[in-house]
């Protein structure tokens, strides 16, 4: 089984000012790795994900989230965020090894990014 | 493309009250889940639908939980009767197939409150 662990429950960020969003999972098998956003009212809108190859991964608005193996870690970062980046995110992750394709989320992250 | 709807958006029920949210995937995905969201956690999985047929139900408590997707395409998810424990945001996701790289599609999401 696997498990998602988002420490922070809530980050305050001044605009402008770099933000790090932490993940760590726990799995006895290969996962691939995921950050989804939710908006307000809005559903969950898939932000990055690493599934093989470089361990640096870009989202097209700035947000990059770097996959650490020895620490089972997927830390998502922004080095300078924008009132629009308020929003929650989840973490989640999803084993190599089976087809059903299941998605383990974490608690989720809400960001808020004031002026 | 047209994304995931889902209907209502909103619904308020008395406990011990039936309750019906439908979901029409994105056309031609044949993999479709139902997540249950409560305030404060993230989404889990309740059921996994293949085409017509259930793929994983572990999570779904099937003594008030049911969920049919008869002719493959559109899902409908029933709780009959509602508890105040079930008040939460149910999601509905989809994908092409089962191939283990793709990306699940949410939609908006069903607000359900149980009184």
């Known amino acids: 089984a696997q498990s998602v662990t988002q420490l922070d429950s809530q980050v305050p960020v001044f605009e402008e000012a770099p933000v790090e969003l932490r993940c760590n999972y726990s799995?006895?098998?290969?996962?691939?790795l995921f950050w989804y956003v939710q908006y307000p009212n809005q559903g969950l809108q898939l932000l990055l994900k690493y599934l093989s190859g470089s361990t640096l991964v870009e989202s097209i608005n700035g947000f990059e989230a770097e996959f650490n193996k020895s620490q089972t870690s997927f830390h998502l970062r922004k080095p300078s965020v924008h009132i629009s980046d308020t929003a929650e995110y989840f973490c989640?992750?999803?084993?190599?090894?089976?087809?059903?394709?299941?998605?383990?989320f974490g608690t989720g992250t809400r960001l808020l990014v004031s002026p | 493309e047209a994304g995931v709807a889902q209907s209502p958006r909103y619904k308020i029920i008395e406990k011990r009250q039936s309750v019906a949210f439908w979901c029409n995937p994105i056309s031609g995905h044949a993999t479709l889940y139902w997540y249950q969201q409560i305030l404060g956690q993230g989404p889990k999985l309740l059921i996994q639908?293949?085409?017509?047929?259930?793929?994983?139900d572990s999570q779904l408590p099937k003594d008030r939980f049911s969920a049919e997707r008869l002719k493959g395409v559109d899902s409908t998810l029933k709780i009959q009767p509602a508890k105040l424990e079930d008040s939460a945001v149910y999601l509905c996701?989809?994908?092409?197939?089962?191939?283990?790289?793709?990306?699940?599609?949410f939609g908006p999401g069903t607000r359900l409150l149980v009184l």
């Open positions: 996701a989809s994908i092409p197939g089962l191939t283990r790289q793709e990306t699940q599609y």
């Open positions: 989640a992750v999803r084993a190599l090894n089976t087809g059903f394709q299941k998605l383990v």
């Open positions: 799995s006895s098998v290969s996962v691939y």
């Open positions: 639908f293949q085409n017509n047929g259930v793929v994983d």
